[in-house]
């Protein structure tokens, strides 16, 4: 595999991602999408869904939108109206 990221994302990286997935969320998903990720060590599965699967509890789940407290230390508030378009 030739696209190797050898160090975990930063906290702006980590907001940026939240912020993409938030938008396409609400512009792109449909009712799922499930995402396959073949890894050095293996894949990875990601599911998106608008609907709680079975079984599951939603108390299960982090919450990141809006920005969990953690994340939202030292960056401006963020319109969540917007389309949080990137340049």
Not at 38 to 62: C, F, K
């Given at each position: 595999?030739?696209?190797?990221?050898?160090?975990?994302?930063?906290?702006?990286?980590?907001?940026?991602?939240?912020?993409?997935?938030?938008?396409?969320?609400?512009?792109?998903?449909?009712?799922?999408?499930?995402?396959?990720?073949?890894?050095?060590?293996?894949?990875?599965?990601?599911?998106?869904?608008?609907?709680?699967?079975?079984?599951?509890?939603?108390?299960?789940?982090?919450?990141?939108?809006?920005?969990?407290?953690?994340?939202?230390?030292?960056i401006?508030?963020?319109d969540?109206?917007a389309?949080?378009?990137?340049?």
């Open positions: 595999m030739t696209d190797e990221i050898a160090e975990r994302l930063s906290d702006d990286e980590l907001r940026q991602l939240i912020r993409l997935l938030v938008r396409y969320c609400q512009h792109d998903l449909d009712q799922f999408d499930d995402w396959r990720l073949t890894l050095p060590w293996g894949e990875v599965y990601v599911s998106i869904s608008n609907a709680l699967p079975l079984g599951h509890p939603r108390d299960a789940y982090t919450e990141v939108w809006p920005f969990s407290p953690k994340l939202a230390e030292s401006p508030a963020v969540t109206t389309t949080n378009d990137v340049e």
